[in-house]
Structure formats: C-alpha cells, structure tokens
C-alpha cells in the first residue's frame, strides 16, 4: 500500500476548472480528505465545458477533462450566497486544516471567504489562492487561464513559435500549464503545513499561473534580466540541430517520425554513437576526433548524421539506439505517451474504477513516496457525497431534505 503524507488533514475547496482543483487532486492522492464544493445547480463549470470528445471521454460516467483535477475528492453541492449554505462552510471549515480557493477576489468578497472571513472562524487554517496574476498589483483582480497568461503572456509561445511561421504555436495538451502550476500549489501547502507543525502558525499561499509561467521560463528569463534583449526562435529553415553540437537536435528518420538527440559533452559519446549508426569511420575523422573539432565543424556532422537517420524507419532506430549510452529520445505522439512501457514501469499510470464500476486509467501525478506507485481512486459525481457530509455534521435526514426543498444544497 502507497504511503499517505497527508492522512488525517482536511481541505475544504472552493474553485473550479483545473489550475487550482488539481492541487486537491495530488492532495487527495497523498491521502488528504478533500471537501470539493460545488455550485448546488452548476456544479464546477468544468462540467459544462463542452470540448469535444477529446475532453468529455467516452460517453459513461468517466470524463478526463474532470477526472485529472478532482480524483479522489468529496463533492458537496451547496449554495455558499445563502446564509444557511454559508454556515455549513463555516462548520466544514472549522475542522480543515486547508482552505484552497481560486475564486476572484469579488467573488470572494460577495461570498464572504477571504481571508479574514475564513480565519475568523478558524485562526489556525492554511489559507491558500490560485490566481492568474497574482496577488496584488494593478492586474490582482482579472481572471485568465494558462493559455493565456502562462503560456502566450509568459513567454513560451513565442519561444516555440519561429518567426516566419503563420500563426503562434499553442499549448501542446489542455491545463499544460494548469497541471504544473497545481503541483506547484500543492508543493506550497505542504511547506505551509510544515511550518505550522514548526511553529504553530498558519500561512497565507500564493500562487499564480503568471508565477509558475515565469519559473518554467526563468532560464531564459534570467539571461534577458543579465544582458537585456536576447534573440528570438530560429526560422523554420533552420536544421534544428545545435551550432557547436552534431548530436543536439531533431533528426527525421525515413518514414517522416523524429528522434531526438540531446548529447551535451559530443565529445564523450561521439565514437559510441558513430558505431551505433554504423559509421565507424567518422569516429577517426579529421574532422571530428577532437572534442574541439567536433563543435568547430557541428554542422558539417550534422549534415552527415541527418543524412544517417533519413536512411532507417523509426521503428529500426528505437532498436538501434536502446544501447547507445548518450542521451537521445523519440518523438512520440500523445497515444504513445499513453502506452510507454517505461511510464508504466515505474507506476505513473495507475488504474481506478469509474463510477460504473468500469476499469480506467489515469496518470499520477509525479511524486512517489517510498518507491511505491500512487493509489488513485476516482473523481466524484456532482454533489454525491452531499447527504454524507451533512451527516457527519451531525444533520438528520428530514433536516437534509430542507435543505434541499429550500434550494441550500444539492
């Protein structure tokens, strides 16, 4: 069985979509009792968000696009405008150890959930925010989602977008930068648990897709913060391989796919790969016996190494090179992300029941505890665990139907 760090902690969310959702997913996941509540008629307006098969599965129960953000939680429906629903928050809330929200800041003020509000009827709750730009400044009160305030406001679509291309390039897979940004939340109410245990105080956490945008691009970042205006991404003519080194870059294989070589030290690994590729007379070519020649004549190899692999199928090179010792990867297509047996390997695609009692699968999220493989269990229905929540309230049956008749939960 899967070790549980978080077994015995509470967290009460209010949000929706995936940026923020997600974190009580991976929280759930490390054994959190997670309280999702929801829009007693709407429920999360992820749920009505129609994109397509891609995202609403395969007509049961199971849908992908709800799955990833809320597997393993508890959903209650419950209208937090009404004063009765809102005093059932605040019972919820007097007993978690979280609160994790990323609604905007007037609708915080409206349902009366900042800060204070929380706090007042539980001093010692983690206070956690999921914004698009932060906390505060002149921008602290609009919305946005990772396509446009990670990805294109962030910097990485122009990064991988060249500039004789059409059009921009968009995010590769929905919530890219949701699902990082809510390890990233998750990450920060662990910390901010640990320091409660610390010292007994409770914190307030941040965290914005700008912010996470900015981390995943602060290499690139840093060097225009040290020496001002850098270069943008290359032409599409470019070959796509590394000035100064011929076993950097994307090489194509006959049959159109790409492999994908990222050796750093060319010199280490150059007379590993020339056998590899059965050109075992380079190895002592002039041109490239050196560590030195080898990045002064990069692209004459280069040329030379893609002119190899166009003569094999992508198939004879993922046999080729599983010896090889220097770095390299396929190009795989989403479908065979799915099915990489080095993926399951090692348990980061774990399987789950539906609500259908159907078998599915799902990606974990990234870390392991103890070497054992994350234990996943399904995303709730909408509203479904309401009754056992009032329950464990202490509310009976008659006054859960009341609640229902008068339009408090669902």
């Known amino acids: 069985m899967s070790h549980r760090p978080m077994e015995g902690i509470r967290i009460v969310e209010v949000a929706q979509f995936t940026f923020t959702p997600a974190a009580g997913g991976i929280l759930a996941d490390w054994g959190a009792d997670v309280i999702k509540i929801e829009h007693p008629v709407a429920g999360d307006a992820q749920r009505g968000l129609n994109l397509g098969t891609a995202s609403a599965g395969d007509g049961g129960s199971f849908s992908p696009i709800m799955e990833h953000p809320n597997r393993g939680k508890r959903s209650i429906g419950l209208a937090l405008d009404h004063p009765t629903g809102r005093e059932i928050l605040y019972e919820l809330v007097r007993d978690a150890d979280v609160f994790l929200t990323n609604f905007m ?225 396929p190009v795989q297509t989403i479908t065979e992300v799915a099915n990489d047996p080095q993926l399951r390997a090692n348990g980061f695609i774990a399987k789950l029941k539906d609500a259908d009692g159907k078998d599915r699968e799902l990606v974990t999220n990234p870390v392991q505890f103890d070497e054992v493989p994350a234990e996943l269990t399904r995303a709730p229905l909408f509203a479904e665990h309401t009754d056992e929540i009032l329950t464990e309230l202490g509310r009976d049956m008659d006054t859960i139907l009341q609640l229902k008749v008068d339009g408090v939960v669902t």
């Open 105 to 329: 800041p007037d609708a915080r003020e409206k349902l009366k959930i900042e800060v204070d509000d929380i706090r007042s009827v539980n001093p010692n709750v983690i206070y956690v925010r999921g914004t698009a730009h932060g906390a505060r400044g002149p921008e602290a009160w609009k919305g946005g989602f990772d396509g446009s305030v990670f990805w294109n406001r962030m910097g990485p679509a122009w990064a991988v977008t060249p500039p004789d291309a059409p059009r921009t390039m968009g995010m590769p897979t929905g919530a890219f930068g949701d699902s990082m940004g809510a390890m990233t939340i998750a990450g920060g109410i662990s910390g901010a648990l640990f320091s409660r245990e610390r010292t007994g105080e409770p914190s307030i956490v941040d965290v914005s897709l700008m912010s996470v945008g900015a981390w995943a691009m602060a290499y690139g970042v840093n060097i225009a913060l040290t020496v001002g205006d850098i270069e943008g991404p290359p032409p599409l003519s470019n070959t796509g391989v590394a000035a100064m080194n011929p076993v950097a870059g994307n090489f194509q294989t006959q049959d159109g796919r790409w492999i994908n070589l990222t050796m750093l030290q060319p010199g280490r690994y150059w007379a590993d790969f020339c056998r590899h590729i059965e050109r075992e007379d380079l190895i002592d070519d002039e041109r490239f016996n050196t560590a030195e020649k080898l990045m002064s004549n990069a692209q004459e190899g280069a040329a030379i190494v893609s002119e190899e692999f166009r003569k094999r199928p992508y198939s004879e090179w993922m046999q080729r090179l599983q010896t090889l010792e220097g770095q390299w990867a």
